[in-house]
């Protein structure tokens, strides 16, 4: 009986972590908090540092860079400031197509919170930048 039981247990287990594999590589890019064990923000900074602005242009979206060419786009991250130390501070879940982030970040000493909005399109979640939003996270 007890072999029965743990066997239950092992195999009860087994699926669910199988589940949970499953629902991690359907997830991926798909809500801001799926970017390889990172947050969305999180993974544009490293591509931004490691000067991969092409890989960046397929999360963002919004008036501030719709319109523009992929080279216009590219020139305008090239050019942005966006070294700074941030942590998510809080997620807010609008829709299941719509987020709200919120980071808190150092500049020159002074600690300041700024929010970001995610939409899901075309199954990727992209950070929406209007002019207000670029002015936010490219300081």
Partial sequence: MKKLILAALLLAS???H????AQDKDC??????????????????????NQQYEQ?????????VD???????????????????MKRQGVKTVSNQ???LTYSRVIMGT????KIKCLLVKG??????????WNQVFK
């Fill in 14 to 16: 087994t699926l669910f």
């Fill in 18 to 21: 199988l589940k949970v594999l």
């Fill in 28 to 49: 991926l890019f798909k809500n801001p908090l799926c970017f390889y064990n990172t947050d969305i923000l999180s993974y544009l900074q490293v591509l931004h540092k």
């Fill in 56 to 64: 960046m242009l397929p999360y963002i979206t919004g008036p501030a």
């Fill in 67 to 85: 319109g523009l060419s992929k080279e216009k786009k590219i020139s305008k991250l090239e050019d942005t400031s966006f070294g700074y130390q």
């Fill in 98 to 100: 719509e987020w709200g």
């Fill in 111 to 114: 600690q300041e919170t700024f």
């Fill in 124 to 133: 990727t979640c992209c950070v929406y930048l209007d002019e207000k939003g």
